[in-house]
């Protein structure tokens, strides 16, 4: 069974920047953070896997970056240039097989959220 533990959420103004952690117990092949605002559907917004690659949504290229530290188990998302639009519940999570996705539906395991809050 996987755990995972999000991390650095928090409030900041527009331009500002964040960083998200996810803390994950047992063995995960890819990984992947989701974001889900009031009313809307959860939307991926990175996903990465073991070897490195990395996979990104077109609203977040340039602006966000996906890493893991495979010593530690931890994933990060660091966050530059924030948007009031990227206000969220931030989501990690994993699965053991398969390939970098930002379908959410293809995910075993997924951590408590973290909120992310961007003002003017």
């Known amino acids: 069974q996987v755990q995972l533990v999000e991390s650095g959420g928090g409030s900041v103004q527009v331009g500002g920047s964040l960083r998200l952690s996810c803390a994950a117990s047992g063995y995960t092949y890819s990984r992947a953070w989701f974001r889900q605002a009031p009313g809307k559907e959860r939307e991926g917004v990175a996903s990465?896997?073991?070897?490195?690659?990395?996979y990104y949504a077109d609203s977040v290229k340039g602006r966000f970056t996906i890493s893991q530290d495979n010593a530690k188990n931890t994933l990060y998302l660091q966050m530059n240039s924030l948007k009031p639009e990227d206000t969220a519940m931030y989501y990690c999570?994993?699965?053991?097989?398969?390939?970098?996705?930002?379908?959410?539906?293809?995910?075993?395991?997924w951590g408590q959220g973290t909120q992310v809050t961007v003002s003017s």
């Open positions: 990465i896997a073991n070897d490195g690659l990395t």
């Open positions: 999570a994993a699965r053991t097989l398969g390939w970098v996705s930002l379908d959410p539906r293809l995910y075993n395991y």
